[in-house]
């Protein structure tokens, strides 16, 4: 549950009840929250990654800001659990550059202490199958 996570510019009150949690700046509906608030007036999270792409710039900056946050939630995480790969998957880690190049970019600068150094963050091979992959094993093993 690394959505979560309390980061700085979360100040949203998330579905859970708390205030601050990464899925409030980091998530598809959150980005897309984001950029309407700042006059962008697309349809659909495909879009804003689209517009981002092109270079539009509140689309752009609603990304790098999702990106950015992932990227310090991620090295965090794999300094506190020592892990060196982190598997990104769902369907707002298919936004595509302009999400990972803030999130790669900002994880390698956080990503200091030696045992994490090599941290790499890569797009799950499942896509957004992924989460109900995961949630069906879970399932199965607890029967």
């Known amino acids: 549950h690394i959505g979560h996570m309390v980061v700085a510019g979360g100040e949203e009150l998330c579905g859970c009840g708390a205030v601050g949690c990464l899925e409030t700046v980091a998530s598809g509906s959150a980005a897309m929250r984001w950029a309407r608030a700042h006059g962008w007036t697309g349809a659909t999270g ?19 800001r999702a990106g950015v946050a ?11 659990l020592d892990v060196d790969l982190v ?10 550059p302009a999400l990972w190049r803030p ?3 900002t ?24 989460t109900l992959t995961g949630a069906g094993l879970i399932a199965i093993d607890a029967v």
Not at 46 to 64: I, R, S, Y
Not at 70 to 80: C, E, K, V
Not at 111 to 125: C, D, M, N, T, Y
């Open 107 to 130: 994880a390698a600068a956080h990503a200091q202490l030696s045992f994490v150094r090599e941290l790499r963050l890569v797009p799950a091979e499942l896509g957004v199958l992924g």
């Open 87 to 96: 598997v990104v998957g769902g369907g707002f880690a298919q936004s595509g």
């Open 103 to 105: 999130m790669t970019a």
């Open 46 to 64: 495909a879009d804003l990654a689209v517009d981002a792409e092109l270079g539009e710039p509140t689309a752009a900056a609603a990304l790098e």
């Open 70 to 80: 992932l990227g310090r939630a991620f090295a965090s995480a794999a300094a506190l």
